[in-house]
T-cell receptor, first 114, second 115 residues
Framework: SQTIHQWPATLVQPVGSPLSLECTVEGTSNPNLYWYRQAAGRGLQLLFYSVGIGQISSEVPQNLSASRPQDRQFILSSKKLLLSDSGFYLC?????????????FGSGTRLTVV | DQQVKQNSPSLSVQEGRISILNCDYTNSMFDYFLWYKKYPAEGPTFLISISSIKDKNEDGRFTVFLNKSAKHLSLHIVPSQPGDSAVYFCAASFAGGTSYGKLTFGQGTILTVHP
């Protein structure tokens, strides 16, 4: 069966520090991968998606970047965090060709920038 | 531009009664709609979906209604249970075209079911 792992679960980082959140998927190959963010009082906002290794599409301009160094690994990064980067970050995957079927989220990372 | 909107940030319902969560969308290209349920500190989980060729889909206590002309959908939970207390997200997508299933989410509605 397929599983998605996301870590860490919580993170408190000072302004200006770097960020690295990791997401891995098991039990499938060539998944579509997504990073979403839920800011306080806001809905889920798609940040990045990837349809293959090294292929990253950005949905909104921001202080963040994403990389996909391996087929089932998706990393969200920042060189210098801002207060506005605080939020709940979610990784998700689905199988190409399934469209939105089987769209599965990880358990999320609560990031607080202080 | 918020293409999917959930205008009620919260809803409080008595156990056993009906919960109705609403969602509006502006993009007429959307042709598939989903509801997700999210507990605190967890990722959203899929609840129920509906294609634009239908106006109703039912799964146990959960029913989703779609009114395409009004660009409106709703989720009915009958009877509501305390375990239903969570944040509910409406999401929309295109059924065809691109190879990725990009979802556009609403802001979410916090449902509280009181015993």
């Amino acid at each position: 069966s397929q599983t998605i792992h996301q870590w860490p679960a919580t993170l408190v980082q000072p302004v200006g520090s770097p960020l690295s959140l990791e997401c891995t998927v098991e039990g499938t190959s060539n998944p579509n991968l997504y990073w979403y963010r839920q800011a306080a009082g806001r809905g889920l906002q798609l940040l990045f998606y990837s349809v293959g290794i090294g292929q990253i599409s950005s949905e909104v301009p921001q202080n963040l970047s994403a990389s996909r160094p391996q087929d089932r690994q998706f990393i969200l990064s920042s060189k210098k965090l801002l207060l506005s980067d605080s939020g709940f970050y979610l990784c998700a995957w689905n199988n190409p060709g399934w469209g939105f079927y089987g769209y599965t989220f990880g358990s999320g990372t609560r990031l607080t920038v202080v | 531009d918020q293409q999917v909107k959930q205008n009620s940030p919260s809803l409080s319902v008595q156990e056993g009664r009906i919960s109705i969560l609403n969602c509006d969308y502006t993009n007429s290209m959307f042709d598939y709609f989903l509801w997700y349920k999210k507990y605190p500190a967890e990722g959203p989980t899929f609840l129920i979906s509906i294609s634009s060729i239908k106006d109703k889909n039912e799964d146990g206590r959960f029913t989703v209604f779609l009114n395409k002309s009004a660009k409106h959908l709703s989720l009915h939970i009958v009877p509501s249970q305390p375990g239903d207390s969570a944040v509910y997200f409406c999401a929309a997508s295109f059924a065809g075209g691109t190879s990725y299933g990009k979802l556009t989410f609403g802001q979410g509605t916090i449902l509280t079911v009181h015993p």
